[in-house]
C-alpha cells in the first residue's frame, strides 16, 4: 500500500491533499475487481465517512480514476475506470 502511495503520490497531489491521497488509493485498491460494489459499502468497509467518501470518490470520477452509476435501488455503484462499460 505505501509503494502504492509513493507512486501515485504525485499524480494525486494535483487534486487532493494530505490524508486524502491515502484514503483514495484505498478506495482505488478496494474497488478494483470488485464488480457492482456500492458507496455504502466502501465507506462502510474502509471505517470511513460516507459524505467524505462520496467526496472522495467525485474527485476520483472527474480525473477518470473511477466512475459511479445507479444501482437497482438507486444506490451508487462503484467501478475502477477499467471496469466502466
Known sequence: ?????EEMDLELSRFLEG???L???RVLEFVRGR?????KEVSR???LAEAYVSRLIGKLEVYGY?????GRRKEWIIESS???R
Open 19 to 21: 490524508r486524502q491521497r
Open 35 to 39: 464488480e457492482g460494489v456500492n458507496q
Open 82 to 84: 477499467l471496469d466502466i
Open 1 to 5: 500500500m505505501e509503494r502504492m502511495v
Open 66 to 70: 473511477l466512475g459511479r452509476r445507479r
Open 45 to 47: 468497509l474502509l471505517g
Open 23 to 25: 484514503d483514495a488509493v
